[in-house]
């Protein structure tokens, strides 16, 4: 039987896993935490298999936990589960130690297959994340778009003039047309519309 620890901001998300979990007989949920405090304390007393680890939470966020809880030496396989697939999302979860990375949309034995797979110590992403980290791994770092200028790419794909984009982020037209420079070089085009194009597919972008 594996044991798991849940962590989740919303009440009504940890209720559902639990009631996942706690209706197969190969699972035990051992606890719940709310936030990234609550789940170190709770890691640490518990010592589950699995901790399902949401990311974005008040206070302590997920990332942060993974790296205490690493620090501290708890044993447990950490798979992030959230709705986030970002590049800000995916890889500092990675780096702190995450054994793997799943969507929230996933199927329920889908969920429970990833959390069999990690309490073996098993590498587990969603498609859209193995394909994330295959971007950053054929692009170099110093290609990679900024938060900043993928803040940009999205207000232009979305039909924002230079205007309007410098407005929404609180900076001038003269910044927005340095960033969007940097991502055309960046991205090898020479326009918004294939700046746009290639953004989605390289998957800085999503609909």
Do not use: C, W
Not at 3 to 27: K, N
Not at 67 to 78: F, Y
Not at 103 to 118: D, M, Q, T
Not at 136 to 153: F, K, M
């Amino acid at each position: 039987m594996i044991s798991v620890l849940i962590v989740d901001d919303h009440p009504v998300v940890r209720d559902g896993l639990r009631g996942m979990f706690g209706a197969e007989p190969r699972f035990e949920v051992v606890g719940e935490a709310a936030d990234g405090e609550a789940a170190i304390t709770a890691g640490v007393r518990l010592r589950p298999d699995v901790i399902l680890m949401d990311l974005r939470m008040p206070g302590t966020d997920g990332v942060t936990a993974i790296k205490e809880l690493a620090k501290r030496g708890v044993p447990a396989r950490i798979l992030v589960l959230t709705t986030y697939d970002t590049d800000s999302d995916v890889l500092p979860a990675i780096e702190a130690g995450a054994t793997g990375y799943l969507l929230k949309e996933a199927p329920r034995e889908e969920l429970f297959r990833a959390v069999e797979a990690a309490a073996q110590g098993q590498a587990v992403l969603s498609p859209t994340v193995a394909t994330r980290l295959l971007g950053q791994l054929r692009h170099p770092a110093a290609d990679l778009l900024s938060e900043r200028e993928i803040e940009v790419l999205n207000l232009i794909a979305k039909g924002a003039t230079n205007r309007r984009a410098a407005e929404q982020l609180f900076i001038s037209q003269a910044t927005v047309k340095t960033h969007l420079l940097h991502v055309y070089a960046k991205l090898g085009v020479n326009d918004r519309a294939a700046a746009v194009a290639a953004a989605f597919a390289q998957g800085y972008l999503t609909l």
